[in-house]
């Protein structure tokens, strides 16, 4: 096998759970954490943590838009609409409906594949900065590239792009099952847009008696969730952009707590988990002054941590409140968590419909 990388990134686990590892911190969700979720189910109430995948009714991200479905086409170029199978054969009663769908991944509620977001790194040691992905998974090499169809439609411009590694159909295999915990940053934040740092969060924990151990999969509530549902069919994304609390990607007591507490996965109800630089500070840059810019930073930090250095998948955009505020007033904040991705092989995101149960 040839060697992928000759050093990490700082404050990386490359090669902790092995040199080919595609699960990163999945690795953690151990018989042991499913039973550990188990044991936490005492009133059997579920709860669905998906929002219904057409909201928001515009995409945060521009380039994302809500699922459109289209009917199958039968042989006969009708429509798989109602369709009476006595067309076909005169004694039959069957009355069919098919259909496809063009479905952005990431989008709605969703998960992030390790594969969705590398980094521009120098992993041979050689000064040639590479794109990279956990665990030296190289772009050029594990993520294929699209071909050019000719279609009219922009949206279906580009087909065939395929993560040969890290892929999201690798979380889908291991069933994505175990102990959720719930950190409520919305019943201590409200509504306000507020970028959580290490403080904040522990803060929260301690004031709600909240311990997060290995191989937890965190949720974080702000209340993001039940904005898009009030919005309903008419998403305000600008406004969107300014409501409820993310976590500060830019704090690294922060970062250094995501290392160090063991969680296996990182999930909130918000758009991208962390607070982007559109509504905080922009990137650190060199004096404009001074010739050329060097390469320094990612521009979601708390990507690069997570998804690039850890190996921690991200979850987006989920439906948090009826849950967060059942455990509130049961004075709880764990459940059994089972949220698998789609087992779509190549795909760098996948919606999810995760279950809660209590
Ligand atoms: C952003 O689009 C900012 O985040 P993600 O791609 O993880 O949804």
Known sequence: ????????????????????DQLGRLNLLTPQKVLEGVAEVRDGKSFCLSLPLDRPSRGLNPSRHPPRRFATVRINDQPSHNFHVNQLIPEATDVINDDAVLLHTQCSTQWDSLA???QLFDVMGDGTPVAVFYNGWRGDEYVTAPAKSDSEDRQLRFEGMEARALGIENMAETGVQGRGVMIDL???FGRSAKRVGYDDLMRVCEADGVTVESGDMLCLHSGFGEVILEMGADTDVDALHRTCAALDGRDARLLRWITDSGLAVLVADNYAVEALPLHSDPLPRNDPAEPPQTACCATLPLHEHCLFKLGIHLGELWYLSELAAWLRRAGRSRFLL?????????????PATPVATV
């Open 186 to 188: 919305h019943a201590h």
């Open 338 to 350: 089972t949220a698998p991705p789609l087992r779509l092989p190549g795909a760098v995101g996948s």
């Open 116 to 118: 969705h977001v590398g």
């Open 1 to 20: 096998m040839k060697q992928r990388w000759k050093q990490r990134p700082e404050g990386s686990n490359w090669g902790d759970f092995g040199a080919d």
